[in-house]
């Protein structure tokens, strides 16, 4: 019983440590929420192809 | 070139505006109730039916969406090219079906010229021409333009919403698939459900053979709620934040490829600078070359326009044209740098306490079993 209390406290120790390195090194949480957009100049579109779902 | 405007609201007289900007000097604005001109050198008129229109070489029809079949009848019987706004998915429908009308008449009659429709397939449309196949179309639009927009808004969270499923046109019920768009600044992300528009229908038309073509519009959880009910409050003058968004996925030389552009004005704005594209091409179809009328008659769209580079180009003069990239994020200092998952992939070398940390841990471990 004490060793399986044992374990168990080594456990949540390990889980606590390992939170705690994560939480403190890891990555500062919810990626960029803005960006990715570039905004076109109506002169840099390219000719486009035929139509490619056009039924023969 | 004569062109009469049907219906003074926000996109009428926007549309009067962007002809005249244009360089087309016999514009003519009909009303029920308007009396003066947007800007000069519009020339203004009411009531329907109205000699401006008998007279006119391309007839703009900017009223309420269920009207727009029955004058569009009346105006093709004599020949008249006629550029639609409806963006109701049945007047869509109506409209689209009076296709042998208008080819008997040898008349245009363009579809959707307006935001969503008009905007947001055309973008669809032309992403769609860069690619070799094409499995999926994606839209989305944001904002509402003038008062009977924000009517159609409300309606169509309300309704049946339209979407082709494994090539087939189905019906899904209107305010489920929520999904998250990012549109570019300044709306940035919104939460896009189903409902009861018109692209799905006229995206089908110009690609039959794409298995999935979905559209979807923004909408706050109260506009889901009241939904179903009337409208609460009266809507605003007009929205002045707008945004449409596409996506198509398929392939390009056998790599899996997925594409996005955006287009951002107020809703209004956008329509009258869709109106007006069309009113350009019309015109230049109509002069020829050597004098030739070379016009393409029966129903058209901005999906099925056979050339989406030129339209894009004349709507730019009043709208803002975005392509996603997902490689390039503006910083605080205002410089572009890459984007990424998060900020531990940026680079390599910078996270180099947690390997350390986990190999120690690792080992420590060992020695315990």
Known sequence: MFTMFRRAVFGAAIAAVTAAILRIFGGDGAPPQRGGWREVDPSELNPVKHNPTKQT | ??????????VGQRTATALVARGFDNVALISQTRETAPSDGVAMGQGWPHPAAQDADIVV??????????????LMKSGTHVV???????DVQRLWALDDTATEAGAALVIGAAYSPGLSTLLASYLVRTLDTVDTISTAQFGT??????????????STAHEVHEGVLRTSRGGSGRELVWFPDPVASADCYRAGLADPFLLHQAFPTVRRIESRQAATRRDRLTS??????????????GAVWAEVRGHVDGRAEHRAMAATAPQATGAAAMVAAFCCELAGQVSGEEGQSQIRSGAQSAASNENPVSLLQLVS?????????????VNASGETEPIHAARKWRSPGENVAIPLFSHCLITRIGSFT
């Open chain 2, 228 to 241: 179903r009910l009337p409208m609460l409050r009266p809507p605003h003058a007009e929205g002045l934040v």
């Open chain 2, 1 to 10: 070139m004569r062109i009469a405007i049907f219906g003074a609201g926000l």
């Open chain 2, 84 to 90: 639609t706004t409806a963006d109701n998915p049945d």
């Open chain 2, 145 to 158: 333009g003038g008062p009977a927009c924000a009517h159609e808004h409300h309606r169509a969270m309300g």
């Open chain 2, 317 to 329: 003069d009043d709208v803002r044209l975005w392509a996603y990239d997902g490689s390039q994020i």
């Open chain 2, 61 to 74: 029809l900017a009223t309420e969406s269920a009207h727009q079949p029955a004058m569009a009848i009346q």
